[in-house]
């Protein structure tokens, strides 16, 4: 049977508050409900008749962004808390199909301290991801309160007060990583409707097995893309890219990514347009 199969962007703009996390099955054994092991001093006042926990600085979301900045601000002497959503760090990470591996090179891809382990390879899978954050939450005793979602904020003098899906927070410093990739953009094209085959948007594409013996087409050349459509050709698919322009993407030497962190020393703009001349000549 066939099946069409979108690869695509997301909404840069938008996130999902109270988006489940782990699919069934996919649930890491993760330590990271260490919140309740580590003293909670936060001074309590009650407005309303409802209890409101101040703190320093209140951090939300649970990503990689997340826990960096908890890392950062608990590194230099601030009362920290990051509430979360979901019941897992890098929650994002467990909703993303099963043969992801990043595709940033190991040593590119840590936070602050320990790197992951040599035994993850260049290009750790999702999961290593995932208990790699975990790892670092607790290393570094980031306090991570979970199934906590941000509802709304009000700015009241010199404070940040939240509503929570739970109770209302206060604090003076307050940093949303709630992350840029939540919603996902589905264009619209006529004849959608009456397509009987199989249609999705990459976020939604769960495994390649499922597809092997399949004639599957993936619109969009980008990273999800072209990283999905080689996970179905060795799961046995027989598989069509669409691309809007002429070749829009080449392989990258591994010289590149050792290269990045020279890169980053320099303006964006210099990297960016000997790319651009080096894309040029290889691909017109
Ligand atoms: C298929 C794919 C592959 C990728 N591969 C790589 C890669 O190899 N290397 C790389 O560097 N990047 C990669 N990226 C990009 C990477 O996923 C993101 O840049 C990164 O995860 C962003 O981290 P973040 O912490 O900003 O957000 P997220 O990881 O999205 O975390 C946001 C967190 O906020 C929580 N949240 C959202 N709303 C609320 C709320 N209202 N209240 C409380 N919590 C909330 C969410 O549950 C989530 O846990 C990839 C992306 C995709 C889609």
């Not at 199989?198 to 050349?221: C, K, N």
């Amino acid at each position: 049977m066939p099946a069409g199969l979108l690869g695509g962007g997301a909404n840069p703009s938008n996130n999902e508050p109270g988006r489940s996390p782990a699919r069934p099955g996919h649930v890491l054994p993760l330590t990271t409900r260490h919140e309740s092991q580590l003293p909670d001093r936060s001074p309590r006042s009650v407005e309303g008749g409802r209890e409101v926990e101040r703190h320093e600085a209140i951090i939300v979301g649970a990503g990689s962004a997340g826990l960096a900045a908890a890392c950062a601000l608990s590194k230099r002497g601030f009362e920290t808390v990051v509430i979360e959503a979901s019941n897992s760090v890098g929650a994002r990470w467990l909703t993303r199909y099963a043969e992801l591996r990043l595709n940033s090179w190991r040593p590119m891809s840590k936070l602050q301290g320990k790197g992951m382990s040599r035994s993850c390879g260049r290009n750790p899978s999702r999961d290593d991801f995932v208990a790699y954050l975990d790892d670092v939450s607790t290393r570094h005793r980031i306090r991570v309160r979970f199934e906590t979602a941000l509802v709304q904020v009000q700015r009241t003098g010199d404070l940040w007060r939240l509503e929570t899906s739970t109770h209302p927070l206060c604090a003076r410093y307050l940093v949303i990583a709630t992350g840029w990739d939540a919603v996902p953009v589905f264009p619209q094209w006529p004849g959608m409707e009456t397509f009987t085959p199989e249609l999705i948007h990459s976020s939604e594409f769960r495994s390649a097995l499922a597809y092997r013996d399949r004639d599957v087409l993936v619109v969009g050349a980008g990273n999800s893309g072209i990283d999905i459509a080689g996970h179905l050709v060795h799961a046995g698919a027989r598989v069509t890219v669409s691309m809007r322009h002429a070749p829009n993407c080449r392989r990258v030497s591994s010289s590149a990514f050792r290269a990045s962190p020279f890169w980053f020393s320099w303006p964006i703009t210099c990297p960016s347009n000997s790319l651009t001349a080096s894309c040029r000549s290889g691909s017109g």
